[in-house]
């Protein structure tokens, strides 16, 4: 799969968030524009200095699993909240480069523009491969929200400090809390039903971005 290379990702600090300050400007959120047959979710884990990151392709909406591809490589920026993408992102996108099936849509586990910049893993990759993505973690990053009623794949609103509509939060068959929003080329409806279409019972994550987080270790 092709991929813009718009940056350097060895970079400071400073540097890095300049470079969010330009790809902002890129951003598209919109309703889907083809229909969605064939969707990779992607995570990541780290082991001392090491990255391993894994996609899981699946057929949509079936979630038959197509294809799992790993990698490895050496995390060279210290987590810092907000700035995951120079983390994981040259990791990431070298495993997307390595997929040999097309893909629709991607979930990354991380947040689209429910970011301080709006610019999240998932936005920050969206537009670097033009493919729609979509963010999803487990804790919240940036914004405000009130608990989903109780009961399986209830969701509310994720909104910024002026009220804006930001992403959703869905309950999970489990129980536990999810936060999704938009990554680029995709809308905030089309990501809630993506995402909700891909839960399963007895998993906290959309399928296919649960069976990546559970292998991206090479070393298993």
Not at 145 to 165: A, N, R, V, W
Request: one cysteine or more.
């Amino acid at each position: 799969m092709k991929v813009k290379l718009l940056h350097k990702w060895d970079v400071e600090k400073e540097e890095a968030e300049r470079i969010q300050d330009k790809l902002k400007n890129k951003l598209i959120i919109k309703p889907l524009s083809k229909k969605i047959e064939t969707i990779c979710g992607i995570d990541s884990c780290y082991e001392e200095d090491l990255i391993y990151s894994c996609g899981v392709i699946c057929s949509f909406p079936e979630l038959e699993i197509l294809d799992v591809l790993k990698i490895e490589g050496k995390a060279k920026f210290p987590y810092i909240p907000g700035l995951l993408a120079f983390r994981e992102g040259e990791n990431i996108i070298k495993l997307i480069e390595k997929l040999e099936r097309d893909v629709d849509c991607f979930i990354l586990n991380g947040h689209g523009i429910a970011h301080p910049k709006r610019l999240g893993l998932a936005s920050h990759i969206g537009i670097l491969i033009e493919k729609p993505t979509i963010g999803c973690a487990k804790k919240i990053l940036y914004g405000k929200y009130s608990e989903p009623p109780i009961f399986p794949l209830s969701s509310t609103f994720i909104k910024d400090d002026e009220g804006e509509i930001i992403g959703h939060v869905l309950r999970n068959y489990n129980g536990g809390l999810i936060f999704i929003s938009p990554g680029h080329l995709i809308d905030f409806k089309d990501s809630l039903e993506i995402v909700i279409k891909c839960m399963k019972e007895n998993f906290s994550l959309p399928l296919p971005l649960q069976i990546a987080h559970q292998n991206c270790k090479i070393s298993n």
